[in-house]
């Protein structure tokens, strides 16, 4: 059974830092490419990041030089440090795992990811 389990998300002002970890388990995670997915309140998912089996990263325009994924193979473990966070950026952020083969072609797009955790809230004021 496929788990993705979020952990991390809190409450900041502007300017701070929050690190967002996602425990998996229940399929090969090394083989999988994964992203974080967030929505707020009113509008639709939006993938932030991603990361495929070789660590190769692509990040969404909003975020770029300011969010990083990373992931831990060997713990089966996401992760996503979120600096000089912004109003802009509260929402709830899922973990997500693509399902190979894809092709080997990246995506930020929510429809793309087969399994999802069940998300951790982050709230940034002003």
């Known amino acids: 059974q496929v788990q993705l389990v979020e952990s991390g998300g809190g409450s900041v002002q502007t300017g701070g830092s929050l690190r967002l970890s996602c425990s998996t388990s229940g399929y090969s995670y090394s083989r999988y490419c994964m992203a974080w997915v967030r929505q707020a309140p009113g509008k639709e998912r939006e993938g932030v990041a991603t990361?495929?089996?070789?660590?190769?990263?692509k990040y969404a325009n909003s975020v770029q030089g300011r969010f990083t994924i990373s992931r831990d193979n060997a713990n089966n473990i996401l992760y996503l440090q979120m600096n000089n966070l912004n109003p802009e950026d509260t929402a709830m952020y899922y973990c997500?795992?693509?399902?190979?083969?894809?092709?080997?072609?990246?995506?930020?797009?929510?429809?793309?990811?087969?399994?999802w955790g069940q998300g951790t809230q982050v709230t940034v004021s002003s």
């Open positions: 997500a795992a693509r399902q190979p083969p894809y092709g080997g072609s990246w995506s930020l797009k929510a429809r793309d990811y087969n399994y």
């Open positions: 990361i495929d089996e070789d660590g190769d990263t």
